[in-house]
């Protein structure tokens, strides 16, 4: 009893500083309108950027895919797991990438968290005199992947150049890593990818880039954010995750085919983990047939329209709303049970917003984190703009 006790008495704690995570049960397809817990509402919590999850082309694919490969694959990807989908999966990947990088290759991963830790364990492995310079507000599963190198690990303030550029100098480690999202998940602004890559080739770096908001709806033809940027390198190792844009589940990782390499022969993640089941691999080759054409550019077109018309509707006096123009369009009002009184607020009204808190942002940053989708209408965004509105003068 006393273990259990002092279970209870953290979770007393979380409770008391409006820390309590709930989970809502979804009983209808991903998409705007949800049915959650037996009632209907209106979702900008979702990362189904492009509206894809629920796109009946894409149904269609995964059950054509169940149909042809089963429900599993069975195994790791090195034992019997590797099917004819992941194959194909991955050369349409690498091609469409490709044009970023130099000799590309593609390795397709279970989920985006098991990427991260594999890309940035795997890198590290191959030298004990590594350092990893990870950004400030990184995702977790970046964070936890350089943890799981055991290694040295440098944490350089967000967006900041010059105090990576002088880490980087101070460095004497012959094996460099450089780690940042593109979009950053809390925050939806970009990193500053052109003057980070300068400053890997300038100290002989990785630059490893997770793309995961950006895959599917930056650059031409959705291609992410290094297309979005232009760049082209060599020491670009880039992270894609196929469960937001692309509507599916899944990651990917893209480098150099020597890195591609290295990841199968050192990254445990990849090494123990049974591969994805390739009904998804499936599936995401329609996703990624929709992202690449003119439905996906008229999708990224009707996302930025919502983006453009929340940015000029909104009249927030003591909330504030962060400067992005991606999907993700967070409002930070600061306490805990502040921010959470509003998110509820707004779910009784049907309008079903998620409040995040520390850890997962700093303390006294608390925000609702508002999610655009390119299956909203400019109707619906004018209902939550309107509730917000008027909920701040409240």
């Not at 983006?307 to 409002?331: E, H, K, N």
């Not at 997962?360 to 703009?385: G, K, M, N, W, Y």
């Amino acid at each position: 009893m006393k273990l259990l006790n002092q279970l209870e008495a953290r979770l007393h704690e979380l409770h008391e500083q409006s820390l309590i995570r709930v989970r809502k049960t979804v009983e209808t397809p991903c998409g705007p309108r949800v049915t959650v817990d037996g009632r209907s509402m209106l979702a900008f919590c979702s990362n189904d950027y492009l509206g894809l999850a629920g796109h009946p082309a894409v149904v269609a694919a995964l059950q054509e895919g169940a149909e042809r490969y089963g429900a599993g694959s069975g195994a790791s990807h090195l034992i019997s797991g590797h099917t004819s989908a992941h194959v194909a999966l991955e050369e349409r990947l690498a091609a469409f990438v490709g044009p970023y990088l130099v000799e590309p290759r593609a390795l397709s991963f279970c989920t985006g968290y098991m990427a991260n830790l594999a890309v940035i364990t795997g890198l590290a492995n191959v030298d004990k005199d590594t350092a990893i310079f990870s950004e400030a507000l990184n995702h977790a599963s970046l964070i936890d992947g350089a943890r799981l190198a055991r290694t040295t690990v440098k944490v350089y303030p967000h967006a900041d150049l010059e105090a990576l550029a002088a880490l980087l100098e101070q460095s004497t480690a012959t094996n460099k890593i450089v780690v940042t999202d593109s979009v950053f998940s809390m925050d939806g602004d970009l990193a500053p990818l052109p003057a980070l890559l300068a400053l890997c080739e300038r100290h002989e770096a990785w630059l490893v880039v997770d793309d995961a908001h950006g895959f599917g709806t930056l650059g031409e033809n959705g291609r992410g954010a290094l297309a979005h940027f232009k760049l082209r390198s060599p020491n670009l190792v880039y992270m894609g995750t196929l469960g937001k844009a692309a509507g599916v589940g899944g990651a990917f990782v893209a480098a150099h085919k020597t890195v591609i390499e290295t990841l199968i022969q050192r990254a445990r993640p990849y090494i123990f983990t049974t591969a994805a089941p390739p009904a998804l691999a499936h599936a995401l080759l329609t996703s990624l047939d929709l992202i690449a054409g003119e439905e996906g550019d008229r999708r990224r077109g009707q996302l930025h329209a919502l983006v453009a018309q929340w940015r000029d509707g909104l009249r927030l006096r003591r909330w504030q709303p962060l400067a992005s123009d991606t999907a993700i369009q967070p409002v930070v009002i600061g306490r805990n049970d502040e921010t959470m009184r509003v998110a509820a607020a707004l779910y009784e009204q049907g309008l079903w917003v998620g409040g995040i808190r520390p850890p997962t942002v700093p303390a006294d940053t608390a925000r609702l984190r508002v999610t655009f989708s390119a299956a909203h209408t400019a109707a619906e965004v004018a209902q939550l703009i309107a509730a917000l509105n008027q909920l701040e003068n409240t």
